[in-house]
């Protein structure tokens, strides 16, 4: 799918008139330069209390936003807000320019892909199948499975590098292969805007980097991401755009290294930690300061 000059959408066929499996690419999503996906004034709550209160948010085209804060602060109610799993009380969440509750629920899913955290599959149930399930968006009584969806799938399979795991089954894979193939699936859904869910949850650090490595593969290749994590290190390094969540506001938003400060991280956590430069990138390295086990130049800092 592709939006020419004028605004219109445009489905790409070939000479057979089959519909063509492709993402836009990050070059075409950010020469538009209007955000896709919009918070206006959105107030959420769940039984009586509200967690999300007036809240503003842009999600920048073809970049990867991550959005961080202290537990209980509305990071993941955010995030469901704007994939339309949570109704605001107030407000509206604007996608690609239309308000998203005006939306078929299939039409969302064709424009937006949501991992939830720590999804499970149905036992026994392939990563083939899995990935597959992705497509139903797609059907209908008079759109069947078809070779573009066979395509599609293995596009998806390919680019999240599980394509020889097709036949094992779900459960029987490590964490690690089982974020790549329920990305995957999400990709499958034909979207090139991607809201994760803690991604890296109740994986270790390797396999942590890994998966955020197949973000960063899957923004170069077209894909726009929205991500909700806790490592703050892990979030400067990956992310072109922060947003800083407290008390279900926004307290700041920004690239990385004009956000995370010494200032900010206590205002938004209470921590006191040392901001310094990453020796392999070039985004700020959080370094915590805690009561023990800290050089005596550093007690009492803030």
């Not at 057979?16 to 919009?38: C, K, M, N, Y």
């Not at 209980?72 to 469901?80: A, M, P, V």
């Not at 490590?174 to 869910?197: E, K």
Request: charged share 25%.
């Amino acid at each position: 799918m592709r939006r020419d000059g004028d605004g219109a959408v445009r489905t790409p066929i070939d000479e057979g008139g089959h519909v063509v499996a492709e993402f836009i690419t990050a070059d075409e999503s950010r020469a538009t330069g209007a955000a896709r996906l919009q918070a206006r004034g959105v107030t959420v709550g769940y039984g009586g209390r509200t967690v999300l209160d007036g809240l503003d948010a842009e999600i920048p085209p073809g970049v990867i936003t991550t959005i961080i804060g202290p537990n209980g602060c509305g990071k993941s109610t955010l995030l469901r807000t704007l994939a339309r799993l949570l109704k605001p009380t107030a407000g509206t969440v604007v996608l690609d320019g239309e308000d998203i509750a005006s939306l078929r629920t299939r039409d969302v899913a064709k424009k937006l892909g949501l991992l939830p955290q720590a999804p499970v599959a149905p036992d026994g149930l392939t990563v083939a199948d899995l990935v597959a399930r992705g497509r139903h968006p797609h059907q209908s009584w008079l759109r069947q499975w078809s070779s573009d969806d066979a395509a599609v799938v293995e596009r998806a399979l390919a680019m999240t590098g599980v394509a020889d795991l097709a036949e094992r089954p779900v459960d029987s894979l490590s964490g690690g292969q089982r974020q790549r193939v329920w990305i995957s699936m999400t990709l499958a859904q034909g979207t090139d805007l991607l809201l994760l869910d803690e991604p890296t949850t109740y994986l270790d650090l390797a396999h942590a980097v890994d998966v955020l490595d197949l973000v960063d593969d899957l923004h170069e290749s077209g894909c726009a991401v929205v991500m909700v994590l806790h490592d703050l290190n892990l979030a400067a390094r990956y992310s072109d755009h922060l947003i800083v969540m407290r008390d279900g506001s926004i307290l700041a938003q920004g690239h990385p290294r004009e956000v995370i400060t010494a200032e900010l991280l206590y205002e938004a956590f209470g921590l006191r930690a040392a901001v310094l430069d990453d020796p392999v990138g070039d985004r700020p390295l959080v370094v915590p300061i805690g009561r023990t086990h800290v050089r005596s130049d550093q007690v009492g800092r803030r």
